[in-house]
């Protein structure tokens, strides 16, 4: 009888660390925004990282005297690689677009990651949710208006991200089932710069200390993100956590509009309306009917 109860109060945590997730990675893309392409993509992304290493050093000396579960290391491995390709295309199209172009393209990400986690890691998509998803989508597409606007290279880019960092979030969701959520972020920030590190020496540019210092805050916010991010991840199962990522799209066309004086678009406004509501369901009848999207135990999610 208590299962229920205990249940949706994982759900609220997870939902809660996903929210924090956001406003972190909205402070991210605003600060990036203000580079506005002074630093190759893979410099800034490789300083970020940089970084991050600094932040989460002690982690990763325990990790590494301590040693990983069997097989432990490839996921390591696979995860790095996909967030190499994911944060250069990132940083690309953040010095090309404007920062609600973005997160609206960004949505395709919880949409790889939902997905993603029904096809291989055996999470349940009960109708209702399918449904709540594609209104959602919708919503994005209401945004971008394919088709009735110039494609930008910065546009294909941030596809591209949104891609690899879905699938970067799946192999993370997987590793939070054997390591801390700790270990995961900084075990990410270090194979990200080993395999940033060729490619931000081949375009590197002296960067002044202004810039070194927003990228060293932007290596802040994305740790936090990716921390508050995993600990979403292991409170409750990605169909809860994901669509509440949709709330970024809100956030980030303020920032564009207060930060950067970027024009309020009315179509970003009904496209957020439609997320807004889609989330609200989700959450609501995840909260109503637990049963509905279960996280399997390891045995169960092997592909």
């Known amino acids: 009888m208590m299962q229920a109860p205990l249940e949706t109060r994982r759900d609220l945590v997870g939902i809660g660390w996903m929210v924090a997730t956001g406003l972190c990675f909205v402070a991210v893309n605003a600060i990036v925004r203000s580079l506005d392409g002074a630093v190759p993509a893979p410099q800034a992304a490789f300083i970020r990282f940089l970084f991050g290493l600094v932040f989460l050093f002690p982690v990763i000396w325990a990790s590494l005297r301590g040693g990983f579960p069997r097989g432990t290391w490839g996921l390591f491995g696979l995860r790095g690689a996909l967030h190499v390709v994911a944060v250069i295309a990132w940083f690309y199209a953040m010095s090309r677009i404007t920062v609600a172009e973005v997160t609206a393209i960004g949505f395709l990400n919880p949409i790889i990651v939902t997905i993603g986690a029904a096809l291989f890691m055996g999470e349940r998509l009960a109708l209702r949710r399918i449904a709540a998803i594609a209104v959602a989508m919708l919503g994005a597409?209401?945004?971008?208006?394919?088709?009735?606007?110039?494609?930008?290279?910065?546009?294909?880019?941030?596809?591209?991200?949104?891609?690899?960092?879905?699938?970067?979030?799946?192999?993370?969701?997987?590793?939070?089932?054997?390591?801390?959520?700790?270990?995961?972020?900084?075990?990410?920030?270090?194979?990200?710069?080993?395999?940033?590190?060729?490619?931000?020496?081949?375009?590197?540019?002296?960067?002044?200390?202004?810039?070194?210092?927003?990228?060293?805050?932007?290596?802040?916010?994305?740790?936090?993100?990716?921390?508050?991010?995993?600990?979403?991840?292991?409170?409750?199962?990605?169909?809860?956590?994901?669509?509440?990522?949709?709330?970024?799209?809100?956030?980030?066309?303020?920032?564009?509009?207060?930060?950067?004086?970027?024009?309020?678009?009315?179509?970003?406004?009904?496209?957020?309306?439609?997320?807004?509501?889609?989330?609200?369901?989700?959450?609501?009848?995840?909260?109503?009917?637990?049963?509905?999207?279960?996280?399997?135990?390891?045995?169960?999610?092997?592909?």
């Not at 690899?164 to 799946?170: E, I, T």
């Not at 002296?206 to 979403?232: C, D, E, I, N, S």
């Open 141 to 303: 597409m209401i945004v971008l208006r394919p088709g009735l606007r110039v494609i930008d290279p910065g546009h294909l880019s941030q596809v591209l991200a949104s891609v690899a960092f879905g699938a970067s979030y799946l192999v993370a969701k997987r590793l939070s089932e054997r390591v801390p959520a700790s270990v995961v972020v900084a075990m990410m920030s270090l194979t990200v710069a080993v395999g940033l590190a060729p490619l931000a020496w081949a375009v590197w540019v002296p960067p002044t200390l202004a810039q070194v210092l927003w990228l060293g805050l932007v290596a802040v916010f994305a740790t936090a993100g990716h921390y508050t991010m995993t600990r979403a991840f292991a409170a409750a199962p990605l169909t809860v956590t994901q669509p509440v990522t949709f709330l970024q799209l809100i956030w980030a066309a303020l920032v564009g509009v207060l930060v950067f004086a970027e024009p309020l678009d009315p179509w970003v406004i009904l496209g957020g309306a439609l997320m807004i509501g889609a989330i609200c369901y989700i959450t609501w009848r995840e909260a109503r009917l637990r049963g509905a999207a279960q996280t399997p135990p390891p045995e169960a999610a092997k592909v």
